[in-house]
């Protein structure tokens, strides 16, 4: 099967605590990207990776950091520094970044106690 | 600032009928149209795209771009109470990296 992972399904942090949010493909797609989504607004990016090795701030991209060793991979991690976190994370993955049909990955969906 | 502008809803359709959902943007530069469906605690999934003015037809679903008055719309024929989602539309200009998305229409198709 061909698709977007994304683990876990729901994730629980304390204040004060860095977490780490997976996002996997095997569409062999260039580009990826991190959002969030909080209730009744649209997805805001956080970053995005268009080659390995190489990513880019998106709009909201404090206390977040990313990496992209691999093509397939595109971690977020969500530090202490993020001051409200609770919210819900997808993952997404084009292509390239020119041809921008983005597809989603099923979301994980983090809770800061 | 870029934006893509959505009437938030609820829109409440009754079943079998067309729902029509619309969308504005204000960079006169965009050139690339998404639909996106979400279903409650769901990801978003593509439902259509659209570059060119013009209508474009996907089964029961119909994209429809005037870009001279920047607007897309998004027809569904024959709503079935399945269709009952969050619907965002997002543009991007060729080449841009980034979509912009809108705050999506909360469609509900009444049986």
């Known amino acids: 099967d061909g698709g977007i992972t994304q683990s876990p399904k729901y994730l629980f942090r304390k204040e004060g605590q860095n977490v780490t949010l997976s996002c996997e493909q095997n569409?062999?797609?260039?580009?990826m990207y991190w959002y969030r989504q909080d209730p009744g607004q649209g997805l805001r990016l956080i970053y995005y990776s268009q080659i390995v090795n190489d990513f880019q701030k998106g709009d909201i991209a404090e206390g977040y950091s990313v990496s992209r060793e691999k093509k397939e991979s595109f971690p977020l991690t969500v530090t202490s520094a993020q001051k409200n976190p609770t919210a819900f994370y997808l993952c997404?993955?084009?292509?390239?970044?020119?041809?921008?049909?983005?597809?989603f990955g099923p979301g994980t969906r983090l809770t800061v106690l | 600032q870029k934006e893509v502008e959505q009437n938030s809803g609820p829109l409440s359709v009754p079943e079998g009928a067309i729902a029509s959902l619309n969308c504005t943007y204000s960079?006169?530069?965009?050139?690339?149209f998404f639909w996106y469906r979400q279903y409650s605690g769901k990801s978003p999934e593509l439902i259509m795209s659209i570059y060119s003015n013009g209508d474009k037809e996907d089964g029961r679903f119909t994209a429809q771009l005037n870009k001279a008055s920047q607007y897309v719309s998004l027809l569904i024929r024959d709503s079935q109470p399945s269709d009952s989602a969050t619907y965002l539309c997002a543009a991007t200009n060729f080449g841009n990296e980034k979509l912009t998305f809108g705050t999506g229409t909360r469609l509900t198709i009444i049986p």
């Open positions: 997404a993955s084009s292509i390239s970044s020119a041809y921008n049909e983005q597809f």
């Open positions: 960079d006169r530069g965009s050139q690339s």
């Open positions: 569409l062999n797609h260039d580009a």
